[in-house]
């Protein structure tokens, strides 16, 4: 029998900026740069990679993470888990369980890539095995400036009425072939939101739509946003705030309800079914703790029959891989995922022709590990652009209050 040496024994963190379009929610505007984080990890002979929320791994922390977890088994990632966890209690005391699973997440999935890469399987088969060979994915339309504040219009276009976003949503068909939109709402006046989607169905007959306006509207407002557009939705999205907010449009209007907002950790779990105020649940792992939590997550949605699809945010390819991989492991999932990539995809730190969205779907990868190699030069121009910049949170109120000084991101808003 051949044993592995599958013992940590080096990890790195790389936070990186990378370019984002002008995309406009309840919030305000995306700004130039997004942010996220690598962690490379290495065990035995591999190299693996993992990728989370720019705020992931705060960089006070990094140097007794790392330490914590060198030497561990790259296959136990409950002590990898348990680890981390004891450092940020210890070092961060002011941040929560849910932070902590955030933390985690790009942990273990490099873990779970160098799991595969030392056994040369894909992550789905460490997953339980691909359901699917092909993950689908909904081409997410945004109201958009034609370009940054200072800055050239870019090659997507303005997109700020309904004419925009139909030539939006016709380029992301032409170049990736999407088969469902999801309309990023909270952002203009909700007439033109709803005429946006009318204009959608018009152009785009029987594709599925959905809307997600982050809580923006009043329970008025998304009573009337439902009513007209009755029949034209496969679900809306955190129409309002709060479990018991969705919870009465549903009872008022019977629209299925998806939510990123309202159950964001398994405490909300239980009292958001007992409301019926979600349908959907928008998974996440860079949220919810990583791939495994995420695939006990959509079981705990199965026993308590709701739907499961996933949450995005602006991403690069590693995250791309690692969603798929989830993605084809979960039998219930009910609705094509979310995903930012096509507004993030130039910058991409994945190999050229690596992940691709083709026909509005990903491949799942069969190599091992995530199945996807990194461009390690782009890693460093990323990585320069961070520490160049100076860019370090994301305030897409202030960047929009450049533009208006009295913009507001309070929500409910309309
Ligand atoms: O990228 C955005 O502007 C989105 O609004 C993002 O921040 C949300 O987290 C997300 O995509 C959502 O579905 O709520
Ligand atoms: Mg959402």
Known sequence: MTIIDSRITDLQVYPLAFSDPPLLNAAGVHEPLALRTLVRLQAGDVVAWGEGRGDALPADVVPALCEAVLGLDVFATSRIEAAVDTVLRRLRPDLGAQARLVTFAPIEVAALDA????????????????????????AYLFFKWAGHLDGEPD????????????????????????????????????????????????AFPGMPLRIDPNGAWTHQTALEVAHRTDGLLEYLEDPVLGIDGMSRIHAETGVPLATNMCVVETAHLRPAVRADAVQVLLSDHHYWGGLRRTKELAAICEAMDIGVSMHSNSHLGISLAAMTHVAAAIPNLSHACDTHF?????????????????????????????????????????????????????????????????????????
């Open 342 to 414: 096509p507004w993030n995809r130039a910058d991409d730190v994945v190999t050229e022709g690596g992940i691709e969205i083709v026909d509005g779907a990903v491949t799942v990868p069969t190599g091992p590990g995530l199945g996807v190699e990194v461009n390690l030069d782009r890693v460093a121009e990323l990585h320069e652009r961070y520490v160049e910049s100076g860019h370090r949170t994301r305030d897409d109120g202030g960047y929009m209050r450049r533009w208006d000084p009295t913009f507001t991101d309070a929500r409910p808003r309309y």
């Open 155 to 202: 090659e997507w276009g303005e997109a700020m009425d309904p004419d925009g976003i139909v030539a939006q949503a016709k380029l992301l068909v032409d170049r990736y072939g999407f088969r469902s939109f999801k309309l990023k709402a909270g952002a203009l006046h909700p007439d033109i939101e709803v005429e946006s989607l009318r204009a959608l169905a018009e």
């Open 115 to 138: 799991q595969g890469k030392l056994l040369e399987r894909p992550v789905s088969e460490l997953l339980g095995g691909a359901l699917r060979d092909r993950v689908d994915y909904s």
